[in-house]
């Protein structure tokens, strides 16, 4: 059964750091592009940032470039999200997603607020 | 930057058929852009139905299918039963960035 599970999210405050992970289990990992998306509250999906299986190509929402980082460590099975300077604008749950059949994680919430 | 536009809500009887569409701001839909398309319930995270155009995930029913239909992406379910209400994405692929669509809220009444 393919997993991916995420955590990290919380309270943080303007201009703070905070680093999502997202584990994946059932699937080989390195064989995927992943990708984390966000939803603020009320709205619709948001891509935000993906990488290729080995991690040699990145791509990022503009919103985001020079702020997140996304990485991945295939050893673990596991994806990242590296988020500085963050924003009112970040609040939302983020979700990793897993290309083809690999699916959802079940999201985590990050809230940006003094 | 590519826009994607879904057609906001759409209604459909009980045991109906509807399509769902999915279009892009850069032309005509292509398999190059990797269609895919999610469900959401209310509360819930997301779930892939639909990957590069027409591939079901393990838990899709059949009753959905994902096709190229005139220029857009398209999301066909028959046999629309009242758990298929919900919020239905799209997203495309534009050579490694990722747009979503705006959704589609599809009510089963």
């Known amino acids: 059964e393919v997993q991916l599970v995420e955590s990290g999210g919380g309270l943080v405050q303007p201009g703070g750091s905070l680093t999502l992970s997202c584990a994946v289990s059932?699937?080989?990992?390195?064989?995927?592009?992943m990708n984390w998306v966000r939803q603020a509250p009320g709205k619709g999906l948001e891509w935000v940032a993906n990488?290729?299986?080995?991690?040699?190509?990145?791509h990022y929402v503009d919103s985001v470039k020079g702020r997140f980082t996304i990485s991945r460590d295939n050893g673990k099975n596991s994806l990242y999200l590296q988020m500085n300077s963050l924003r009112a604008e970040d609040t939302a749950v983020y979700y990793c997603?897993?290309?083809?059949?690999?699916?959802w994680g079940q999201g985590t919430l990050v809230t940006v607020s003094s | 930057q590519a826009v994607v536009t879904q057609e906001p809500s759409l209604t459909v009887s009980p045991g109906g058929t509807v399509t769902l569409t999915c279009g892009s701001s850069?032309?005509?839909?292509?398999?190059?852009?990797?269609p895919y398309w999610f469900q959401q319930k209310p509360g819930q995270a997301p779930r892939t139905l639909i990957y590069?155009?027409?591939n079901r995930h393990s838990w899709t029913p059949a009753r959905f299918s994902g096709s190229l239909l005139g220029g857009k992406a398209a999301l066909t379910l028959s046999g629309a039963q009242p758990e298929d209400e919900a919020d239905y994405y799209c997203l495309f692929s534009y050579g490694g960035t990722v747009i979503f669509g705006g959704g589609t809220r599809l009510t089963v009444l």
């Open positions: 990488i290729i299986g080995d991690g040699s190509e990145k």
């Open positions: 850069t032309g005509a839909v292509t398999s190059g852009h990797y």
């Open positions: 590069d155009t027409s």
């Open positions: 059932g699937v080989p990992f390195s064989g995927y592009w």
């Open positions: 997603l897993g290309a083809g059949p690999v699916g």
